[in-house]
């Protein structure tokens, strides 16, 4: 066979070779990775407000309120609460452990990009405030949230959800404000089994009386 083609031929495979090897080598330090899609703030908005008739999907702001701002008080609150924790809740109604006869037929009709884009839109909203209403239990409440119940195994609220009320992002939620009915609601869902999508909180509400969880579902009303 003549050398000179058997010389270009070993060339070009050696070329074809190197090709293949450089596109299945990972992108080179510093290189862009891919673009992450951003939740959509205004579509969360719309589908907030409108709904879409044409699903049978109804308006969140019918339940929860303009901006998230529930005026029923079995509904909560949902404006400025964490992004992360209120797309988490809108996938756990999906599954098995936080079952609700509404929401979980609601959250099941929503896409996962329309989940994030409607929690984004309520992470961005004001909430209004709430306010105590048992002077009576302010005391027992604040005890409880701040330093919790050391003879019963308790920790306190703060010690997860934050001094204020805030939360933790992607962790715990913001308690701030929120109706006192829907938090005594939750906590006895949690010690009853209902809700079963958080292993501490379960554990901790069976170790609350009914009036410990009155008392400190109180003062996270007060909280600014």
Not at 52 to 65: E, I
Not at 148 to 154: E, L, P, Q, R, S
């Amino acid at each position: 066979m003549n050398r000179v083609f058997v010389k270009s031929l070993l060339v070009a495979t050696l070329a074809v070779s190197g090709l293949v090897c450089a596109a299945q080598q990972p992108p080179a330090s510093g290189a862009a990775a891919p673009a992450v899609i951003k939740a959509d703030v205004a579509k969360g908005g719309t589908l907030y407000d409108a709904g879409d008739a044409a699903r049978g999907l109804p308006a969140c702001v019918s339940c929860h309120g303009a901006a998230g701002n529930s005026t029923i008080a079995a509904n909560p609150k949902l404006a400025g609460q964490i992004e992360s924790y209120t797309y988490k809740q809108l996938v756990e109604f999906t599954g098995p452990d936080r079952n609700h006869p509404l929401m979980t037929t609601y959250a099941k009709m929503l896409t996962d990009a329309e989940k994030k884009n409607i929690a984004a839109y309520l992470g961005t909203q004001q909430q209004k405030p709430g306010a105590a209403r048992n002077k009576d239990t302010l005391e027992l409440g604040k005890k409880i949230y701040r330093g919790g119940i050391a003879d019963k195994g308790v920790a306190a609220c703060a010690s997860c959800h934050g001094a204020n009320g805030g939360g933790l992002p992607s962790q715990y939620p913001r308690l701030a404000g929120q109706h006192q009915d829907y938090t005594v609601a939750q906590l006895v869902n949690f010690r009853a089994g209902g809700r079963k999508n958080s292993a501490q909180m379960t554990t901790l509400s069976k170790r609350l009386s009914d009036d410990e969880m009155k008392a400190v579902a109180d003062y996270i009303a007060g909280l600014k």
